[in-house]
């Protein structure tokens, strides 16, 4: 079962606040859930990092809605390719506030891998360990 993850960073358009999170944490769930999207999203001064994974069409779905939004602005993808397994079997859309550092770092930091071979997908880039990283040492709930 070939799988899709995605990688992008944008910016909020108005200030969030906790209640705007909140309404779309529990829409973005109820979406990803009939597609079969998981994933996780990080907020952190004003711009949003979002990891999201399942089969190619689903992610195309979840993506080009995403992309729509009028909640964020300046979207920029960091990484697309394909994942030999799902890293967030269970969240349908985690979150975690992170410090602007984090979303920072994360958003300079190398999205692909420096040696890709056609026929290896499990390598993960530097990117993707960092953000892996972050969310190992604030979490401990099961993915």
Same mark, same amino acid.
């Given at each position: ?8 960073? @944008? ?9 705007d999170? &909140?309404?779309?944490?529990? &829409?973005?769930? $109820? ?27 689903? +992610?195309?779905?979840?993506y ?15 990484? !697309?390719?394909?994942?030999? !397994? ?14 602007? @550092?984090? +979303? !920072?770092?994360?958003? !300079? ?7 890709p ?7 993960? $880039? ?9 969310? &190992? $040492?604030? $979490?401990?709930?099961?993915?």
């Amino acid at each position: 079962m070939d799988l899709v993850g995605v990688v992008y960073m @944008s910016r909020s358009t108005h200030p969030t606040v906790p209640l705007d999170l &909140d309404r779309l944490l529990m &829409d973005s769930r $109820s979406f990803n859930s009939q597609r079969g999207v998981t994933g996780v999203l990080l907020f952190g001064g004003n711009q949003f990092i979002q990891y999201i994974e399942g089969l190619p069409a689903d +992610i195309e779905h979840v993506y080009g809605r995403i992309r729509r939004s009028a909640l964020h602005s300046d979207l920029v993808e960091l990484e !697309q390719r394909r994942i030999p !397994q799902r890293l967030f079997r269970h969240w349908f859309m985690g979150f975690r506030d992170a410090p602007r @550092s984090v +979303i !920072q770092q994360l958003s !300079q930091e190398q999205w692909t891998r420096e040696t890709p071979r056609a026929e290896d997908h499990s390598a993960a $880039s530097p990117g993707m360990r960092q953000l892996m990283r972050f969310l &190992d $040492s604030v $979490s401990t709930d099961e993915r």
